[in-house]
């Protein structure tokens, strides 16, 4: 059965709070692309695999708080995603220092990965904090907090429309404030899922 994000969306409506059913077709949907994602920033198949299971994990323990729509649904499993591989490369570097005893080990750099994070969650800030008041408060609920469009077009009495228009009038703003800070696609990619 091939599930489009229309089929999804009434899949969801559908579904009872534990439904294993929704679960198998996300985890079909959104686990190959998870896992290309991880394995390109941990370059190892297990790691890869384990930020998988965590995505999923996390999703189902607060499958109740997350909205039903499709691309929220993407938004909180990608935004995990994410985090995860940041935690796990923060880990990869805390490991490096815990082989060595403590009177040989020297301060370093953070590496490269880490100072990228660091710029482009800076450059992200900046960026949102720029947005007029109501289209940021909308961005806001739409990214950060997953609401669908229905529910934040119902939360601040406007059109659904107006909410559409105003995600996307956010998304070309941080693309164009990304793309003059020189940030990589990919890194791009992550943060504006």
């Known amino acids: 059965m091939k599930l489009t994000s229309n089929a999804l969306e009434k899949s969801a ?6 439904s294993c059913q929704l679960f198998k077709h996300l985890f079909q949907l959104h686990a190959p692309g998870i896992y290309r994602l991880a394995y390109t920033h941990l ?7 384990e930020i998988v299971q965590e995505c999923f994990l996390k999703f189902w323990e607060k499958r109740r708080e997350v909205s039903s729509d499709a691309a929220a649904i993407k938004g909180y ?4 995603a994410y ?3 940041l935690n796990q490369v923060r880990r990869q ?4 220092y815990q082989d060595y005893p403590p009177h040989l080990t020297v ?10 994070y660091q710029e482009l969650t800076l450059c992200y ?13 909308i961005f806001s609920m739409s990214r950060q907090e997953g609401l669908s469009n229905a529910t934040i077009a119902q939360k601040l009495n406007i059109s659904i429309k107006t909410v559409e228009a105003q995600i996307t009038q956010s998304l070309k703003f941080l693309r164009t404030c990304f793309q003059a800070h020189g940030a990589t696609v ?3 990619l992550l943060v504006l899922q």
């Open 13 to 18: 409506s559908a579904r009872q709070p534990d």
């Open 43 to 49: 370059h190892s198949r297990a790691e890869a695999q």
């Open 77 to 80: 499993l990608y935004t995990s």
């Open 83 to 85: 985090h995860a591989i």
């Open 93 to 96: 570097h805390n490991w490096v």
């Open 107 to 116: 301060e370093q750099e953070p590496p490269t990965a880490e100072l990228e």
């Open 125 to 137: 800030t900046h960026a949102v904090a720029q947005l007029p008041t109501k289209r940021r408060e």
């Open 186 to 188: 990919t890194l791009l």
